[in-house]
Antibody
Framework: QVTLRESGPALVKPTQTLTLTCSFS??????????VSWVRQPPGKALEWLAL???????YYSTSLKTRLTISKDTSKNQVVLTMTNMDPVDTATYYC???????????????WGQGTTVTVSS | QSVLTQPPSASGTPGQRVTISCSGS????????VFWYQQLPGAAPKLLMY???LRPSGVPDRFSGSKSGTSVSLAISGLRSDDEADYHC???????????FGGGTRLTVL
């Protein structure tokens, strides 16, 4: 059974750095074509893709946020970590991680999602 | 402002057929597969359709997808009350080099 679970702080202050961890089971990020993606959703708004990392260590970032984002993986721990710097109240959202299975990001949708973690940015 | 354009709302009565549209451009829908996600109230999105018109295991055949040029549609036939949800289209954008989403369509079953 494939599962993903997001974890991180529920509240961060403006200008702080947010670090979120996606812990997953039931698959390996060393499998050819496998990817993990981060997506967020501000309250009442649309889904917004943030970043993606694949089995080959290739990283992809939202063009509007790329200067603030870093995605990394630890295959031994089955984790993907997303950091977002210089947090602002407009970054208040539910943050999801999701799996993209082989054959890969062009062909497969995000087939399993975590439950999401809500992050509020406020002083 | 989302890269893909969806109507903000749609509605239908039980048993009806409804369609939800999603339009983009040559750099996204026009040259890549499209995916649809269903998001029930308070829940995470769920993959509903992949590669334009394929259903993951467990998704009923009441749901169907089609694509024409730079637009796609999701059709739901035999509408049920538990279809009430937000529906999001998504695809890869070659110019942005990443996935893009539509603004989402809230489906109400009257």
């Amino acid at each position: 059974q494939v599962t993903l679970r997001e974890s991180g702080p529920a509240l961060v202050k403006p200008t702080q750095t947010l670090t979120l961890t996606c812990s997953f089971s039931g698959f390996s990020l060393t499998t050819s074509g496998m990817c993990v993606s981060w997506v967020r959703q501000p309250p009442g708004k649309a889904l917004e893709w943030l970043a993606l990392i694949d089995w080959d260590d290739d990283e992809y970032y939202s063009t509007s946020l790329k200067t603030r984002l870093t995605i990394s993986k630890d295959t031994s721990k089955n984790q993907v970590v997303l950091t977002m710097t210089n947090m602002d109240p407009v970054d208040t959202a539910t943050y999801y991680c999701a799996r993209i299975p082989p054959p890969g990001k062009y062909y497969s949708g995000m087939d399993v999602w975590g439950q999401g973690t809500t992050v509020t940015v406020s002083s | 402002q989302s890269v893909l354009t969806q109507p903000p709302s749609a509605s239908g009565t039980p048993g009806q057929r409804v369609t939800i549209s999603c339009s983009g451009s040559n750099s996204n829908i026009g040259s890549n597969y499209v995916f649809w996600y269903q998001q029930l109230p308070g829940a995470a999105p769920k993959l509903l359709m992949y590669r334009n018109n394929l259903r993951p295991s467990g998704v009923p055949d009441r749901f169907s997808g089609s694509k024409s040029g730079t637009s796609v549609s999701l059709a739901i036939s035999g509408l049920r009350s538990d279809d009430e949800a937000d529906y999001h289209c998504a695809t890869w954008d070659d110019s942005l080099n990443g996935p893009v989403f539509g603004g989402g369509t809230r489906l109400t079953v009257l």
